[in-house]
């Protein structure tokens, strides 16, 4: 890392793993640098800690629609005066885009290193400074529509919209990221602004810088664009905490297609729990690659398609997600059969050693590959810094190398259970 005299007005939180974390203290903006000088290009990001789960009944998708319009200009990027946030960045080759989850919010925009206080300057104006009109909420209004489409008629999707829904009861989790279809057209400029009011100021943000830059020269940027920028009343709604579920929970859905499926979730852990890095592992062992236990028994049996398992990391227990896509006339009972006898031939011995190398080596790869790029370490560090430590990005594969064929018949044993799953089952008409 190049050394250089950090710029007055921040404060240095720590450095780990090649990355420079600091605080504006004028506005309690976090910082973090990740210099990489053999890369010609930079990456900026902003990552809000606001999420679908900040999302109050009637408000749903807002956090969504919002990530439309924070694109329609600002005070000091307007597009009808030429100098839009497209007009400025796209023409000179930026990589740029934004997107929702249930913990928050990013902006990123991978940009030849000229464009570094570009990026950071219009980042920092529409941190507290959109436009949010009426004609752009219009105009956006039929994207978002298309895309809440595409997801009711998305096989996939759908289940799991109805599989998180059932599972949580009370925690915000339960609702989509996209927001109920009543909610997304009874939206208004004034719900939009309250919301962003609310959530939209430096200390209630992260930005994130890797690529060729040096420390000292990025942080004085970082000032110059966002040291003006005023702290917030930043106050997380108030929610309550699942209880745990007692029993299981089934549901049944008829729609238009040609291909039956299941989907089968489990209660899982926070995101940065100490169960992780075990459940990562497990996951690997039932579903990475063609040598993948599910793959042998769903796959090669017959059974299924196709299918994918997915354990999303959330910032508080959320859940892990199995779909299948049934086989012919499969019966949907024959592949719930064929799961439960995977998952309790490894809480009764495990993997053998074979397949848990297997797995451990396809998940560090797989990490490794995320990471081999400025625009997937800055996707890694956004989904961390959403968890709750920027650090996780880096130290993945360090704890999936600690794992044991003990700890993946713990991880099932406790989150694999037959008591708290919900099972859904979508039969084509």
């Known amino acids: 890392m190049r050394k250089g005299a950090i710029p007055a007005g921040f404060k240095k939180i720590e450095e780990a793993h090649g990355v420079f974390s600091c605080v504006l203290t004028s506005n309690a903006l976090k910082v973090l640098v990740y210099p990489k000088r053999n890369v010609p290009v930079v990456g900026i990001q902003v990552t809000y800690h606001v999420g679908s789960r900040h999302e109050s009944a009637g408000h749903t998708g807002a956090t969504h629609i919002l990530e439309h319009l924070m694109f329609k200009g600002s005070k000091k990027f307007d597009p009808k005066k ?24 990013n902006y990123y925009a991978i940009v030849p290193v000229t464009l570094a206080e570009d990026v950071l300057a219009i980042e920092a104006d529409r941190m507290r400074n959109i436009f ?35 599972a949580f009861t009370l925690h915000p989790y339960r609702i989509p990221t996209i927001g109920t279809k009543e909610d997304i057209e009874g939206v208004t400029v004034e719900k939009l602004r309250a919301f962003y009011d609310r959530f939209y100021y430096p200390n209630n943000a ?21 040291g003006k920028l005023r702290k917030g009343t930043v106050i997380e709604p ?12 089934r549901f049944v859905l008829h729609r238009r297609g040609t291909v039956n499926a299941l989907i089968m979730c489990f209660k899982a ?76 031939s490894l809480k009764s011995s495990g993997p053998n050693e074979e397949d848990l190398k297997r797995a451990v080596t396809f998940a560090s790869a797989e990490k490794a590959y995320s990471m081999s790029s400025i625009g997937g370490i800055l996707s890694n560090m956004n989904e961390a810094i959403a968890r709750g430590d920027w650090k996780d990005a880096f130290e993945y594969e360090n704890s999936l190398a600690k794992i044991k064929v ?23 008409v």
Request: aromatic share 8%.
């Open 82 to 105: 030429g100098n839009g946030i497209w007009h400025l960045l796209e023409k000179k080759g930026a990589q740029m885009n934004a997107t929702t989850w249930c913990d928050r919010t």
């Open 132 to 166: 949010l009109k009426e004609s752009d909420l219009a105009s956006e209004m039929t994207v978002v529509r298309n895309e809440y489409e595409r997801g009711e008629n998305d096989p996939q999707q759908r289940l799991s919209k109805h599989a998180w829904y059932q």
């Open 206 to 226: 992260t930005v994130s810088i890797a690529g060729d830059v040096d420390v000292s020269s990025v942080l004085a940027l970082v000032k110059k664009t966002f």
């Open 238 to 249: 108030p929610y309550s905490a699942e209880p745990p579920q007692e029993g299981e929970r």
């Open 269 to 344: 852990p926070a995101g940065l729990s100490k169960d992780a890095p075990a459940l990562i592992a497990t996951k690997a062992v039932l579903g990475s690659g063609k040598s993948s236990m599910l793959y042998r028994a769903l796959v090669d049996s017959g059974l299924a398609v196709d299918f994918s398992i997915d354990f999303p990391r959330f910032k508080d227990p959320s859940l892990i997600e199995l779909y299948i896509s049934l086989a012919g006339n499969v019966p949907h009972a024959k592949a719930e059969e064929a799961v439960w006898a995977v998952l309790d």
């Open 406 to 428: 003990s700890d993946i018949q713990e991880s099932v044993t406790r989150y694999f259970d037959r008591g708290s799953v919900t099972t859904g089952h979508l039969n084509a």
